[in-house]
């Protein structure tokens, strides 16, 4: 059983959850940490396939949105956060299980996976159905770039290079900067058990503020923390070119209107840019459009959608041709 100053060694994951969200945790809470992760980890080991236990040891199965797996009702590992684990960890510098994963569901969904199946996401949509003056986000495009920068420093370069005596990085994002483990993880713990309330220090309030000032800024704006600080979203963003669920616009029934571009709340104008970065295939560009001009794709080349619209004009030349020899 290890003390406060000895490493965890295979138990990053326990140790991610207590450094992210404790700063004086108790021996006893740090022991039933030790305990719950030792008895996943053999019951892991016995019946995971060789060669992935190594990286799945540390993160459990990998859900697609930003989802605390210190959530007592989590089902499923965060990917930044897991993807921390393995990157932080003494043994590994590289997570290619999780990288993996994400490259998958990227090239699968893009950042639909943002719109649809995140709870964070879900969480900001909620807020900002508050009846109150909305603001809008199209003179702050800048700080869209602000997540990629996130995403490189503090998930990758951080955990990985800026390490302790035993070779061990700290999950920086989840630590320092992600609301939804305060949301989902500390809140309803420390609500629920009286020792985790006393072990809460300047570490959850300087969180509690993070997630009070997005809280707040969803109310105003529209979903803030995916536009401008999720690395998980900055992640999808780099993929939405290649997804195999994309956008479509039909040009010859476009009639350029601008709706599509004023109804989308991500500041996007799908006319120009289908299939941008910053894209969560809501659908409100497609509700939008007076002619059905938008749509979704989904598949390799260029669709069924796009080889009707060649078909078309030869179809209305026979038509034409059909009706002068029948005069």
């Known amino acids: 059983m290890g003390t406060d100053a000895e490493p965890f060694g295979d138990l990053v994951v326990g140790e991610m959850f207590v450094t992210a969200h404790f700063e004086h945790p108790s021996a006893l809470f740090r022991e039933v940490l030790d305990r719950q992760f030792d008895h996943f980890q053999q019951v892991f080991r016995r019946y995971a396939p060789a060669g992935i236990d190594r990286q799945l040891r540390f993160t459990g199965f990998g859900l697609p949105g930003l989802n605390c797996y210190s959530c007592p009702a989590a089902s499923g590992a965060c990917p930044i956060g897991a993807f921390q684990a393995v990157v932080g960890s003494s043994k ?64 990758f370069l951080l955990p990985a290079f800026l390490v302790n005596d035993v070779g061990m990085g700290d999950p920086y994002f989840c630590k320092y900067l992600c609301p939804q483990g305060v ?32 809280a707040v800024l969803s109310v ?22 290649v997804s195999l669920f994309q956008m ?11 709706k599509c571009a004023k109804a ?14 910053e894209c969560i295939r809501c659908g409100m560009c497609v509700q939008a ?7 979704f794709r989904y598949g390799f080349g260029e669709g069924k959608d796009k080889r009707k619209a060649a ?10 041709k059909e009706k002068q020899n029948h005069e």
């Open 92 to 155: 590994f510098r590289f997570s290619y299980y999780i990288t993996g994963f994400l490259l998958l569901l990227g090239v699968l969904l893009g950042r639909f996976i943002c719109g649809f199946l995140c709870p964070f996401g879900w969480f900001q949509e909620l807020l900002h159905k508050i009846p109150t003056k909305k603001l809008s986000t199209r003179r702050l495009k800048p700080l869209t770039y602000l997540k990629y920068a996130i995403l490189l420093v503090a998930v």
């Open 220 to 241: 105003l704006f529209y979903r803030p923390f995916c536009k401008w600080l999720c690395p998980l979203g900055a992640f999808y963003a780099l993929l939405n070119h």
């Open 311 to 320: 078909d078309r004009p030869l179809r209305n030349d026979n038509t034409h």
């Open 289 to 295: 459009c007076p002619t059905n001009a938008v749509r």
């Open 183 to 214: 949301l989902e993880g500390a809140i309803p713990l420390s609500l629920a058990n009286s020792g985790i309330r006393g072990a809460l220090g300047s570490l959850f309030t300087w969180k509690f503020t993070i997630l009070l000032a997005v």
């Open 248 to 258: 479509k616009v039909d040009e010859n029934k476009c009639v350029s209107c601008g």
């Open 264 to 277: 989308c709340k991500m500041d996007v104008d799908v006319t120009k840019t289908p299939n941008h970065t």
